[in-house]
């Protein structure tokens, strides 16, 4: 299998391979990691050539103190494939924009200049097809299940469907539709912001500020996910709580 390397120096002395993996994992599916201590240098080998351009996006990012240098010998291209059936889609299929919020909802520190350079990447590159293909057939899938046939979330006011989509999801729920990684989605297209997000993940048209706002919105769902974990755990009764968006960051479970 051929694999899609990025070269990265500055490593800080005190970071390890499982922290580097942790960095790199929100660019997509890694294949291996050589991380050569003595030297504050790894070779990162991805799955796909998208996760490698990702990667490159973060040249001057930090980890554990320390801005990395990140490079590569090769130029990589995205891939595009025709959805899968049932809409599904990886890690390194998701807007650049998207990635990057999910890196600052994580805490780790990304510079505007970062942030500039995901952005151009998805205005030259679009945003993948398997993705707009995701987000959309889930917006409309959430718009039927509330709405009534031929609806979507994102077409209404948010007003006028909140108490629907908690059917939805309560519905969903019981037959375990939305114990998914991906339920973030679902979740915040069917919040007051629903309009605003899709048009983040959707369209290319963004500024840095769109990307504060929708990592704010990802750290916000992680400590509500938190709340009711918690709650959850002292009182079994009840709903079950919507997964921690920070999962989709890893490969392995888009």
């Not at 120096?9 to 790199?24: M, R, V, Y």
């Not at 998701?94 to 510079?111: F, H, M, N, V």
């Amino acid at each position: 299998m051929s694999t899609h390397t990025v070269n990265v120096s500055g490593i800080a002395a005190t970071t390890t391979k499982q922290q580097l993996n942790d960095f790199f994992t929100f660019c997509g599916k890694i294949v291996s990691i050589d991380h050569q201590e003595k030297g504050n240098t790894a070779t990162i080998a991805f799955e796909k050539p998208n996760a490698a351009k990702t990667a490159l996006m973060l040249n001057g990012g930090s980890l554990d103190g320390s801005a990395l240098s990140v490079t590569s010998d090769v130029v990589h291209q995205d891939e595009d494939h025709h959805p899968d059936q049932g809409h599904t889609f990886e890690q390194s299929d998701k807007p650049r924009a998207g990635i990057a919020a999910e890196y600052l909802a994580k805490g780790y520190t990304l510079s505007d200049n970062i942030l500039q350079k995901a952005i151009e990447i998805d205005n030259k590159q679009g945003i993948s097809k398997r993705f707009l293909n995701y987000f959309q057939s889930l917006d409309k899938a959430v718009g039927q299940r509330a709405l009534g046939p031929d609806q979507t979330i994102t077409a209404k006011l948010q007003t006028t469907v909140d108490s629907a989509t908690q059917q939805a999801r309560a519905m969903d729920e019981e037959k375990g539709l939305s114990k998914t990684a991906n339920d973030y989605y679902q979740s915040a297209i069917t919040s007051p912001f629903g309009q605003k997000v899709k048009a983040f993940y959707t369209d290319t048209s963004k500024q840095v500020l769109d990307i504060h706002e929708e990592a704010r919105r990802i750290a916000d769902q992680q400590k509500s996910t938190t709340a009711s974990s918690s709650t959850t755990t002292a009182n079994p009764v009840g709903s079950a709580a919507i997964p921690d968006p920070k999962t989709q960051a890893a490969p392995t479970v888009v």
